[in-house]
Structure formats: C-alpha cells, structure tokens
T-cell receptor
Framework: AQSVAQPEDQVNVAEGNPLTVKCTYS??????LFWYVQYPNRGLQVLLK??????LVKGSYGFEAEFNKSQTSFHLKKPSALVSDSALYFC??????????????FGGGTRLMVKP | GAVVSQHPSWVICKSGTSVKIECRSL??????MFWYRQFPKQSLMLMAT?????????EQGVEKDKFLINHASLTLSTLTVTSAHPEDSSFYIC??????????????FGPGTRLTVL
C-alpha cells in the first residue's frame, strides 16, 4: 500500500538558518514525489516535484529536495530560512489506482515555524 | 501556470441546508478532478475522484448521498453537501488534473472553501 510519512508535526528554525523537513514514502514502482506548501486559508501550491532524472530537485522560493531511493526519502531543504517560509508543508506520492487512475497520497503535514 | 478556482471561498449555513461548492479549471480542461477535506491542523483527506461524464468514485467512509459530486463539463466540478450538519464544517479543497500530451500529469489545487455549519 502507498504511504507517506512526515515524522515531525512541527519544525522550528531561526531565520537565516538551514531547514529540513523530512519525508519518507512507500510506493509500488517508481515514485513520483511532490512537496506542497499551504499558507493559512489557502489551497496547496506545488513547491517541487520529482519524476525522473537528477536526484536533487530545485523548486520555488529557493527550496530543494533530494530523492534517496535506498532510504525511500524525499526531504525538503532550504539553505537559509525566511520568516515568510512559515507554513504547512505536505509531502505526497503519486500512484496509479486501477479504477480511478492517478492518485495522490499525502503525508500528515509538517508545520514550519521560522522565527526572526 | 494553471489556475483552479473555487467558489465560494467561504460559506456559513444553517444546519439542515445544502451547500454547493464549485471547482473550475480556468485555463485547461480537466477530465479528472479531486475533492479533499482538511480537518484543522491535519492532512488532506481524499473524499472522491470526479470524472467528467461519469459517476464519481468515493473513498471508503465517504457518504456519496451526502456529498454529491457532479462533473458536468471539462472545466467544472461541483460538490454539494446535502443536509449539512456542524460536523461537516471543514475546509474543502478541489484539485484538477492537467494531463498535457507527452508530459507528466500535474494536479493543480483550488484555494479551498471554508464551510461553517451553525
């Protein structure tokens, strides 16, 4: 069965410091992996996605994520956090349901708090 | 980038009434749209997959007679919460699947609709 785990409910980091938001996954076949960000009362926005190719994926707002097949991880990183990065972050894996087609399974979400 | 809109952005209704939420893909056609529900501080829960011209596929535990989904065109899906009760109060988010020829599919999410049932 497909699953995504985000082990941290909340990550606190000081502005200017590097940040990491962790994600591990379990999926049959080759994974398509995504990171989404949700600001308060807003819908999700895709930050970045891994389909194939380089394991290091660069996305919006200076974020990047590294696909690690052996560890089944797709951690989100940023070298220098901004207060405006404070939001809810979701990791997701795309898979194919025989009846419904392409599906997304989300992790539980991690709240990132960046303090000045 | 692709845009998905939802209307209304928020709604307050009395218990027992029905509420319709619209999801539109503004600059692309979407054969498949999804409806999610988000509980406070929790992840999204997929409610159903909406396919244009056919019946929606509901996830286990989601009452299809309570959450009516209609995907009448390639740019519009609607979710109707029938006989709403306070426990239906939540943040509802739709997404539309863009499937460009020869390229990877991408889901684009609407801004969400906050439903409050009094």
């Amino acid at each position: 069965a497909q699953s995504v785990a985000q082990p941290e409910d909340q990550v606190n980091v000081a502005e200017g410091n590097p940040l990491t938001v962790k994600c591990t996954y379990s999926v049959s076949g080759n994974p398509y992996l995504f990171w989404y960000v949700q600001y308060p009362n807003r819908g999700l926005q895709v930050l970045l996605k891994y389909i194939t190719g380089d394991n290091l994926v660069k996305g919006s707002y200076g974020f990047e994520a590294e696909f690690n097949k052996s560890q089944t991880s797709f951690h989100l990183k940023k070298p220098s956090a901004l207060v405006s990065d404070s939001a809810l972050y979701f990791c997701a894996v795309r898979w194919v349901n025989n009846n419904a087609g392409n599906m997304l399974t989300f992790g539980g979400g991690t709240r990132l708090m960046v303090k000045p | 980038g692709a845009v998905v809109s939802q209307h209304p952005s928020w709604v307050i209704c009395k218990s027992g009434t029905s509420v319709k939420i619209e999801c539109r893909s503004l600059d692309f056609q979407a054969t498949t749209m999804f409806w999610y529900r988000q509980f406070p501080k929790q992840s999204l829960m997929l409610m159903a997959t909406s396919n244009e011209g056919s019946k929606a596929t509901y996830e286990q535990g989601v009452e299809k007679d309570k959450f009516l989904i209609n995907h009448a065109s390639l740019t519009l899906s609607t979710l109707t919460v029938t006989s709403a009760h306070p426990e239906d109060s939540s943040f509802y988010i739709c997404s539309a699947l863009r499937q460009p020829a020869g390229r990877a599919d991408t889901q684009y999410f609407g801004p969400g609709t906050r439903l409050t049932v009094l």
